[in-house]
């Protein structure tokens, strides 16, 4: 039996956020459009297991500004974050940021064992 994790996904792409929803329908997931959304998320809630989050987002904060806010701010939480993104060149960003990474699109399973992998270290 798996464990149920507290995940917030970060994406401007509604279909991208269903497509979450439906992966991720035996957790708790939180999912917002902007960073500023991902921000008020966090303070209300710094609890997450997960935190996916693409490199645009709607709003004035994009993914990276999010990363480096919740390095700051939150550095155990930041341990548990992954980007999400179709851009190769953001693996390069995302190393440099100590931070996961998993391109757009991935098999299902490749997110879900990141998931896991980052939720159980």
Known sequence: MSKTFNILVADSNDLIKRSMQ???KNHNV????SGEDAIEAVCENPNFDVILSSTRLDGYVDGVQFCKWLTKRFPQL???????SAQDAMRHVAEEMGV?????PSPVE???KAINQVATC
Do not use: E, Y
Not at 78 to 84: D, G, R
């Open 30 to 33: 939180t999912i917002v459009s």
């Open 22 to 24: 439906r992966i991720l």
């Open 110 to 112: 490749d997110l879900l």
């Open 78 to 84: 930041a341990k548990k974050f992954v980007f999400l």
């Open 100 to 104: 996961n990474f998993v391109p757009k």
